[in-house]
């Protein structure tokens, strides 16, 4: 089908209609507009107009929009995975905004890699439709995932997707074997470790920079029937870390399957403390375990352990008391129950239905994103966890370890030093008014704490708003992604939500 090029009307740029005119797409074409999506995120701290929304019908679309981009002096392409960014990263001021949703159809084939299975899908494919598709389909399902699943392949890959699973099998960054991805130049390219890796590695946590990722190859496991989902509490931080850093260091099938945490609050706040625990309504939160040395905050580990129906259920029991045995939470503050692995991996949706019947869904968002080191994490619990947030944030505080062994230093992720260090995210939900600004500075006065105080961190999900501070992000990794920039895009047409580098000619 020819794009509905009649709509493509834009009153100061006819010029850009003419372009447009000439590019035969498959897709459609919409004029930008303040209301429409890609003038929205799931932040809502930032609205930019797009000149125009494209839905493309798949790569050479994409390869002929960024191709036209190219051909004008000032005009940038941003992908547009989910829109589930928090400040801006996937608009495009004045430019072209690609809705990568129209692409979800485009790929899904199982394929053999070295004798393991694995899933070609298109980067606009949201995860919650990759894994019920493989799941009923195939009883396969890739082994990290981040923890709510409204997301899609490209716009995580981008970043690098993190869950409770990434400590035994990296980010989702680190379970692809090869993309396709539309370069800066309007090229259509596949590349893996081996062939292109420089667009691979670039790609992976590339904050959309080097190209579109268009298809993505994805690791897949068998998947488990069943997950035993449990909450244990702690009142003092050290005994938190020195459990979860034990689980995250054991050999896979000496451990969960899932390792996550979060701090809360010791009150009886419906969304801040004790009752946030409770994964069963018949398991109630009892304070008067809490020791007496209990503080204002208090904190979770959240396990789960994976198991298939056809398991003995005292072999489950047997298995899942032994780890539990190992660990020193505060007897009796336990919260379990059995769900289905497909439940557990949507769990956030549930979450998110509820969120939306109360309203509080799509209130603004300025979510703290940050890797901190093992070395700075207890006097960041000190400092922010302890004074800062300790009457909570209005939202969840997540805070588990993940092993830098299982990241590929070769992906444009930028991480802390040492092989041990922490995701801690600050996912905040602020209705709209002046408390949203005072909240956006409060991450500030964070990030500005941690610098001060010379901890080992990386924003995750970052940013910046100015060249030098993203030098700083990315530290001695700074030449090489500016290298690729030149390399893969170098008019620096893509993602300039991200503001990184300045569009040239
Ligand atoms: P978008 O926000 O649309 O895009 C993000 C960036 O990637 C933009 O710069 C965009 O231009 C670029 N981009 C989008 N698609 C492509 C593509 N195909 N190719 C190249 N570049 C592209 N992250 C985790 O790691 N773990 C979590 O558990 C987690 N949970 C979350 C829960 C919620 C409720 C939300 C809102 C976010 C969460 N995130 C989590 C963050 C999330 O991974 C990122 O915000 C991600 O970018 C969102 O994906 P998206 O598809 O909405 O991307």
């Not at 159809?105 to 493989?134: M, Q, Y």
């Not at 501070?469 to 939500?497: E, M, V, Y």
């Amino acid at each position: 089908m020819i794009a509905c090029l009649g709509r493509i009307v834009h009153d100061s740029d006819d010029d850009v209609s003419t372009v447009f005119k000439s590019l035969n797409l498959q897709g459609t074409v919409e004029n930008g507009d303040f209301s429409g999506i890609a003038s929205k995120d799931f932040g809502g701290l930032n609205s930019v107009k797009p000149l125009y929304l494209i839905k493309p019908s798949g790569a050479e679309d994409i390869a002929r929009v960024v191709k036209a981009a190219a051909r004008t002096p000032h005009l940038t392409v941003a992908a547009r995975g989910n829109g589930h960014s928090i400040n801006g990263q996937a608009m495009s001021d004045g430019g072209y905004v690609v809705d990568m949703r129209s692409t979800a159809e485009n790929h899904f084939k199982l394929v053999t890699v070295n004798g393991s299975p694995c899933i070609d899908v298109s980067g606009g494919a949201l995860w919650e439709d990759v894994l019920t598709r493989c799941v009923s389909r195939y009883g396969l399902a890739p082994r990290s995932w981040t923890d709510y699943l409204s997301l899609t392949v490209g716009g995580t890959l981008s970043n690098a997707g993190v869950s409770g699973q990434a400590f035994r099998y990296g980010p989702q960054t680190s379970n692809v074997t090869e993309l396709e991805v539309v370069t800066g130049k309007g090229e259509i390219a596949v590349c893996s470790e081996t062939q292109n890796p420089e667009l691979f590695f670039g790609a992976l946590g590339g904050l959309g920079q080097f190209g579109i990722i268009t298809r993505a190859r994805v690791k897949l496991q068998q998947a488990p029937d069943m997950v035993r989902w449990i909450r244990v509490v702690y009142s003092e931080f050290e005994e938190f870390t020195r459990d979860a850093e034990f689980l995250v260091s054991q050999k896979e099938g000496e451990s969960f399957d899932y390792v996550e945490g979060f701090v809360f609050c010791n009150n009886d706040d419906p969304a801040n403390g004790w009752p946030s625990v409770q994964l069963n309504p018949d398991q109630e939160f009892n304070p008067s375990h809490l020791p007496q040395t209990a503080g204002s905050v208090l904190y979770c580990l959240e396990v789960a352990y994976h198991y298939r129906n056809s398991d003995d259920p005292s072999t489950v029991d047997t298995a899942v008391s032994r780890l539990l045995g190992r660990l020193r939470f505060v007897e009796r503050l336990i919260s379990t129950v059995d769900v289905s692995y497909v439940e557990f991996l949507l769990r956030v949706k549930r979450a998110e239905e509820h969120a939306k019947a109360n309203g509080v869904w799509d209130i603004p968002h300025p979510w703290l994103n940050l890797f901190v080191s093992k070395s700075d994490i207890v006097d960041f619990d000190r400092t922010v966890f302890k004074k800062m947030l300790k009457d909570g944030i209005g939202g969840p505080i997540l805070i588990y370890p993940l092993l830098r062994s299982k990241w590929d230093s070769r992906t444009s992720v930028a991480l802390p030093e040492g092989e041990i260090f922490y995701i801690v995210g600050l996912l905040r939900f602020v209705p709209k008014g002046p408390s949203v600004d005072k909240k956006v500075a409060e991450n500030r006065e964070i990030v500005n704490w941690c610098t001060k105080e010379g901890w080992d961190f990386k924003l995750y999900l970052p940013h910046y708003r100015s060249k030098e501070d993203w030098k700083r992000h990315f530290g001695n990794q700074w030449t090489r992604f500016a290298k690729r920039k030149a390399s893969f895009d170098p008019k620096a047409i893509l993602a300039p939500g991200q503001r990184i580098f300045k569009r040239g000619t």
